[in-house]
């Protein structure tokens, strides 16, 4: 497999996968032991539907051309820890941080609904894009392997069933010192699933060429552990 274009010469890594796969955090770390660039591409719909939320529009189709022009007026920011900090990535919007208001319940639905109309897709496209800049990208999201980065030189798809994915966030939420129930939080985890992978434009499923990892009974550091293994065996890094 080549791992770059003579369009864009620049590698790309792709993880896609359900919400709460851990996709993020293994492309979070993939990013930092290679030394590339990250994007999380959920946050630009989060982003937008944060954003959206704020002006009063609606998330349907109703509003779908006001959308994909508020895509294109975003000033977006995406600020990486240092390389041994626990700290995430912070997120910047119009200079003001949100990382932590779009993680919100209401945010994570809205996105989901917005992810689903062609013309915000399309403006969210060009802004992935521009993400691809040397020395090399990593990026997690539901399409990045089959519609942003069809080029890329390695696939992944993070799965683990929906309860284990429940599960997860639950434990998180619960350090976090919030208390939402798991039951609810399953039903969340399943509307959004059956959402984003039922939409009409670009849905969550594997690339015919990428590499499935079930990560159901798997710790993230074993998963990444065969990641890197995966990377190694493609050249792109050194063991
Ligand atoms: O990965 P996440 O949970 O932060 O993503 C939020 C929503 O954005 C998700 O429900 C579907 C949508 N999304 C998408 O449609 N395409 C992507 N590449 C990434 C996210």
Same mark, same amino acid.
């Given at each position: 497999m080549t791992e770059s274009n003579a369009a864009n010469p620049v590698t790309v890594v792709t993880v896609d996968g359900?919400?709460?796969?851990?996709k993020g955090t293994l492309a979070l770390h993939l990013a930092r032991r290679l030394g590339w660039h990250y994007l999380d591409s959920g946050a630009l719909y989060r982003i937008l539907a944060h954003a959206a939320m704020a002006e009063g529009l609606l998330l349907g189709a109703e509003a779908e051309s006001e959308l994909a022009e508020l895509a294109g007026r975003l000033r977006i920011d995406f600020r990486l820890p240092e390389p041994e900090s626990p700290l995430g990535v912070r997120v910047e919007v119009d200079g003001v941080d949100c990382t932590d208001a779009i993680r919100a319940e209401s945010v994570s639905q809205g996105a989901s609904k917005i992810a689903a109309l062609p013309l915000v897709r399309q403006s969210v496209l060009a802004l992935q894009h521009? $993400?691809?800049?040397?020395p090399g990208l990593v990026t997690d999201g539901r399409d990045m392997g089959t519609v942003? $980065?069809?080029? #890329?030189?390695l696939k992944l798809f993070l799965d683990a069933s929906a309860e284990e994915r429940a599960q997860r966030r639950h434990k998180q939420l619960k350090d976090k010192g919030s208390s939402v129930s798991l039951r609810a939080l399953l039903a969340s985890i399943r509307e959004r699933d059956e959402r984003d992978r039922g939409? #009409?434009? #670009?849905?969550?499923r594997p690339a015919p060429d990428a590499i499935v990892i079930d990560s159901?009974?798997?710790?993230i550091d074993e998963v990444f552990d065969m990641v890197w293994q995966l990377v190694v065996d493609r050249g792109l890094a050194q063991s």
């Open positions: 359900p919400s709460g796969s851990g521009r $993400f691809r800049q040397p942003v $980065f069809p080029d #890329a030189g939409r #009409a434009v #670009a849905p969550l159901t009974d798997m710790p």
